[in-house]
C-alpha cells in the first residue's frame, strides 16, 4: 500500500461547482499535513497546513481524520484559475522529518 | 515574496559538464533542504534530504556521485550535477523548511518553502 494515495483525476468540473479531493496515509504516527497546488512546469507552492480541527481559508476547506487516516480539501465556487495538480503532504516528526508527496489530483476547470 | 531562492531558473549545457544549483532560504533557517527532480507530466521524486552540517541522506537509486549536495549553512544549499548527461535533463526544485521542538520535546515540522526550479537541459 502506497504511503500517500490520492485519486489521480483528472477532475473536469465547470466554473461555480464544488469539488473535493481526498487524501489517505498509511502511518499513524504522520503529524503534519499539507495541500499544496503545482501549476504546470511551476513548482509547488502551499496552499494551506491541515489542522485536527479543520481549517478554512477563503473558498478552500481542509479537514483531517486522524482515526481514519484521511485528510480532504474542499473547493467551492471554483475558478479557472483553481485549475493545477494538488498535492497532498504528510510529515512525520524528528529531526529528519519524513516527508511523503502524493502524486497529485489534477483539476481542470471549464468556463 | 519568496523565501526560497533558487538559482539559475533555466540552463543548457553541453553533455559531460557540471551544473550548479543553488538554494537559499530568504528570511528563515532551514535546517533541512530538499532536492527533487521532476519530469515532464510526473510527481515530484525526492532524490535526497540534506541538513545543515552533515551528509545529505539521498533516495535509492540516486547516485551520490553524481548529484553532490552541500548544505554549509542555515541559509544555502546546492546541488551540483557532474558530468551531465542529456537523461539528466529535468526540472530540479528545492524545498526547504524549519523545525522547533516544544517543551514536551515533539518536534514540529514548518510547511516547505519550494524554491521556483530550474530548468536543466543536457545537449
Known amino acids: 500500500r502506497k504511503e500517500v494515495e490520492q485519486d489521480p483525476g483528472p477532475f473536469n468540473v465547470p466554473e461555480g461547482a464544488t469539488v473535493a479531493f481526498n487524501c489517505t496515509y498509511s502511518?499513524?504516527?504522520?503529524?503534519?499535513f499539507f495541500w499544496y497546488r503545482q501549476d504546470c512546469r511551476k513548482e509547488p507552492k502551499l496552499l494551506m497546513s491541515v489542522y485536527s480541527s479543520g481549517n478554512e481559508d477563503g473558498r478552500f476547506t481542509a479537514q483531517l481524520n486522524r482515526a481514519s487516516q484521511y485528510i480532504s480539501l474542499l473547493i467551492r465556487d471554483s475558478k479557472l484559475s483553481d485549475s493545477a495538480t494538488y498535492l497532498c503532504?504528510?510529515?512525520?516528526?524528528?529531526?529528519?522529518?519524513?516527508?511523503?508527496f502524493g502524486k497529485g489530483t489534477k483539476l481542470s476547470v471549464k468556463p | 515574496g519568496a523565501v526560497v531562492s533558487q538559482h539559475p531558473s533555466r540552463v543548457i549545457c553541453k553533455s559531460g559538464t557540471s551544473v550548479k544549483i543553488e538554494c537559499r532560504s530568504l528570511?528563515?533557517?532551514?535546517?533541512?533542504m530538499f532536492w527533487y527532480r521532476q519530469f515532464p507530466k510526473k510527481s515530484l521524486m525526492l532524490m535526497a534530504t540534506?541538513?545543515?552540517?552533515?551528509?545529505?541522506?539521498?533516495e535509492q537509486g540516486v547516485e551520490k556521485d553524481k548529484f553532490l549536495i552541500n548544505h554549509a549553512s542555515l541559509t544555502l544549499s546546492t546541488l551540483t550535477v557532474t558530468s551531465a548527461h542529456p537523461e539528466d535533463s529535468s526540472f530540479y526544485i528545492c524545498s526547504a523548511r524549519s523545525t522547533r521542538v516544544d517543551r514536551q520535546g515533539i518536534t514540529y515540522n514548518s510547511p516547505l518553502h519550494f524554491g521556483n526550479g530550474t530548468r536543466l537541459t543536457v545537449t
Open positions: 540534506s541538513n545543515e552540517g552533515s551528509k545529505a541522506t539521498y
Open positions: 502511518n499513524s504516527a504522520s503529524q503534519s
Open positions: 503532504v504528510v510529515s512525520y516528526g524528528g529531526s529528519q522529518g519524513n516527508l511523503i
Open positions: 528570511d528563515f533557517q532551514a535546517t533541512t
